[in-house]
């Protein structure tokens, strides 16, 4: 499966402890991240992450271009709620898009881990039958 890992600064932390815990799972599948969570992240873990640009430089319009294809399949986000973003737009139609392709995403560690169980217990493999012949691919 293709995972998608964004974080915003204030909980860069919590996604680095999560994919540590999870580690495991995480490094059966191919890891997509923005740039500077994807840095934090491969520097802790070791995992191989690609890369796009930084957030605010268009790193969540680049996964969300990769959503559009309906090439990912797990996206998780962790938010910070509490303070304002100048890309704002850009996370909101990330969250769009990933409903329009029904791609599972948690904006949050509780439902992180609901997904990441449920991944290794193959309950996202509907998944893989749901890719696109190309144009429509909802
Ligand atoms: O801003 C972000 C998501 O909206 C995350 O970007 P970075 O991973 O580059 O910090």
């Known amino acids: 499966m293709n995972i998608a890992l964004i974080a915003h600064d204030q909980k860069k932390d919590d996604l680095i402890e999560f994919v540590i815990a999870y580690q495991p799972i995480f490094k059966e599948h191919s890891l997509y ?23 605010p430089l268009g790193g969540d319009q680049q996964i969300g271009a990769m959503v559009a294809q309906n090439l990912l399949d797990l996206i998780i986000f962790f938010r910070d709620p509490l303070t304002a973003q100048p890309h704002e737009p850009d996370v909101s139609a990330l969250l769009r898009l990933s409903d329009v392709y029904k791609v599972p995403l948690a904006t949050n560690m509780g439902t992180a881990e609901v997904l990441l169980r449920g ?15 190309g144009g429509d691919g909802r």
Do not use: C, I
């Not at 991944?119 to 893989?128: A, K």
């Open 33 to 55: 991240a923005t740039g500077t969570t994807g840095k934090r992240v491969s520097e802790a873990t070791g995992l191989d992450v690609h890369r796009f640009q930084s957030g």
């Open 119 to 133: 991944l290794s217990e193959n309950h996202l493999d509907w998944r893989l039958g749901n890719k696109p012949g």
